[in-house]
């Protein structure tokens, strides 16, 4: 099975708040991504956090981490049309600098 | 800093045709490697490479060959193309130490096999 899960599409109105869900399943994982994907371009990351974090925030965006149940999400508050894209949830297990990459997650901001 | 950059934007193959799709990046990265997107399959790795003169296989790699011989340059060969084989394929880079290991990814090219 996948190492790291994420729900294909998620569809919020606009100024509302966007909650992207993952889940990962590497024990050993150091650092957990997000990156952000516009359409005909490629990936950036838009933040990460330590996995020994619970929380961090960078204005509009917000990383939670339940590191029990490995359960990482992306909040994006007030979110605009400019927000729409795909948004892939990565980590990188301890002692390694290789990521793997969720499916990532469509996002539709609608009037 | 021109980050990374890809060659071609766009290509068009026929089937059995070979080519070479060029990545290279500016930031001395140790890391390079090369993923192939396509709809609801997120992103596959094909291959990846550590340092010059150092590669490895990735989830996909099959149907492809990659070399490393210098830091900066990391190309893809395809050695015979596939219709399976359109896809867009991105190119990435990142330090292999320091405090984290984000990715610096190319725009892409977008392979179109007949």
């Known amino acids: 099975g996948e190492d790291v899960e994420q729900s294909l599409f998620l569809s919020v109105r606009e100024g509302d708040s966007s909650v992207i869900n993952c889940t990962y399943t590497?024990?050993?994982?150091?650092?957990l991504y997000w990156y952000k994907q516009e359409p005909g371009a490629g990936l950036q990351l838009l933040t990460y956090?330590?996995?020994?974090?619970d929380m961090k925030q960078d204005q509009r965006l917000t990383v939670l981490l339940n590191k029990k149940d490995k359960h990482p999400s992306l909040r994006i508050a007030d979110t605009q049309t400019g927000d729409s894209a795909i948004y892939f949830c990565?980590?990188?297990?301890?002692?390694?600098?290789?990521?793997?990459f969720g499916r990532g997650t469509s996002l539709i901001v609608h009037p | 800093n021109a980050g990374v950059t890809q060659t071609p934007k766009f290509q068009v193959l026929k089937t059995g045709q070979s080519m070479t799709l060029q990545c290279a990046q500016d930031?001395?990265?140790?890391?390079m490697s090369w993923y192939r997107q396509d709809p609801g399959m997120g992103l596959r790795l094909i291959h990846y490479?550590?340092?010059?003169?150092?590669?490895d296989q990735g989830e996909v790699p099959n149907g492809y060959n990659v070399s490393r011989s210098t830091t900066e340059d990391f190309p893809l060969r395809l050695l015979s193309a596939a219709p399976s084989q359109t896809s867009v394929y991105f190119c990435?880079?990142?330090?292999?130490?320091?405090?984290?290991?984000?990715?610096?990814f190319g725009p892409g090219t977008r392979l179109t096999v007949l």
């Open positions: 490479s550590v340092g010059a003169g150092i590669t």
């Open positions: 956090i330590f996995s020994n974090m």
């Open positions: 930031m001395n990265h140790e890391y």
């Open positions: 990565a980590e990188t297990p301890g002692g390694s600098y290789i990521p793997t």
């Open positions: 590497d024990s050993s994982s150091t650092y």
């Open positions: 990435a880079s990142s330090p292999t130490s320091g405090r984290d290991y984000e990715q610096f």
